[in-house]
C-alpha cells in the first residue's frame, strides 16, 4: 500500500507570512499532484510534477519534487487569506498493481487577515 | 462541458438501508475513482476502475461495492448502511492515474 503522508496537518498563519507543507512516502510516484479544496466543493488541481528534482511556479506557490520521487513539498510566499484551504498531494503510479491515485491526509491552512 | 457529475448532493439513510449513490463523466477517461472525506481529513480511495468492466478495491471497500458497464458511468452501491458511512463521497475521472483527475461536486450521506 502506497502512504503519503502530509505535515502539517493543520496550519495558521497570519496575512504575509510564509508556509511549507510536505508530503512524503517510501514509495516512489511517477507523478505527484497538488490539489486545493474550499468548503463543501471537490479538489481541484493546482500542479502536477513528474521528474525528480523538478521545481514549478504558480504566482506565489512554488512546488518541488524529489530527486527519488518519493517527496514534494508547497511552499507559499506571502500568505493572503484568499489561500486559505485543503491542501492535498496526491501520488499516482503507473503500471504494476498501483495504478491509481493516492492522495494524503490534507493540510488545513487558515490565512488570518 | 459537464464533467463529472454526481447525485444526488444530500442523503439521510437509516441504518439498513440501502442506496446507489451515481456518476457520471463525458470526457471519455478510462479511470475513475470513488473516494470517501470524514470531516476536516483528506480522500480516502474506496474503489476505482480503469476502463468498462474493470473494477478494483481501494482502502477502505468493505460495505461498499461498485460496477462499470461503460465508460461514462461508475455508480457506488450502498448496502445495509451504518452510522460509520456517514462522509462526503466524490467521484472523480481521469485520463491516467498520473494525469489530472477531475472530481465531482460530492455527496453528502447521513446515515441515522
Known amino acids: 500500500t502506497q502512504l503519503l503522508e502530509q505535515s502539517p496537518q493543520f496550519l495558521s498563519i497570519q496575512e504575509g507570512e510564509n508556509l511549507t507543507v510536505y508530503c512524503n512516502s517510501s514509495?516512489?510516484?511517477?507523478?505527484l499532484q497538488w490539489y486545493r479544496q474550499e468548503p463543501g466543493e471537490g479538489p481541484v488541481l493546482l500542479v502536477t510534477?513528474?521528474?525528480?528534482?523538478e521545481v514549478k511556479k504558480l504566482k506565489r506557490l512554488t512546488f518541488q519534487f524529489g530527486d527519488a520521487r518519493k517527496d514534494s513539498s508547497l511552499h507559499i510566499t506571502a500568505a493572503q487569506p484568499g489561500d486559505t484551504g485543503l491542501y492535498l498531494c496526491?501520488?499516482?503510479?503507473?503500471?504494476?498493481?498501483?495504478?491509481?491515485?493516492?492522495f494524503g491526509k490534507g493540510t488545513l491552512l487558515t490565512v488570518n487577515p | 462541458n459537464a464533467g463529472v457529475t454526481q447525485t444526488p448532493k444530500f442523503r439521510i439513510l437509516k441504518i439498513g438501508q440501502s442506496m446507489t449513490l451515481q456518476c457520471a463523466q463525458d470526457?471519455?477517461?478510462?479511470?475513475m475513482y470513488w473516494y470517501r472525506q470524514d470531516p476536516g481529513m483528506g480522500l480516502k480511495l474506496i474503489y476505482y476502475?480503469?476502463?468498462?468492466?474493470?473494477?478494483d478495491k481501494g482502502e477502505v471497500p468493505n460495505g461498499y461495492n461498485v460496477s462499470r458497464s461503460t465508460t461514462e458511468d461508475f455508480p457506488l452501491r450502498l448496502e445495509l448502511a451504518a452510522p460509520s458511512q456517514t462522509s462526503v463521497y466524490f467521484c472523480?475521472?481521469?485520463?491516467?492515474?498520473?494525469?489530472?483527475?477531475?472530481f465531482g461536486q460530492g455527496t453528502r450521506l447521513t446515515v441515522v
Open positions: 472523480a475521472s481521469s485520463y491516467s492515474p498520473t494525469t489530472e483527475a477531475f
Open positions: 514509495s516512489v510516484f511517477s507523478s
Open positions: 496526491a501520488g499516482g503510479a503507473s503500471g504494476g498493481s498501483n495504478y491509481k491515485l493516492t
Open positions: 470526457m471519455n477517461h478510462n479511470y
Open positions: 476502475s480503469v476502463g468498462a468492466g474493470i473494477t
Open positions: 510534477v513528474v521528474t525528480g528534482g
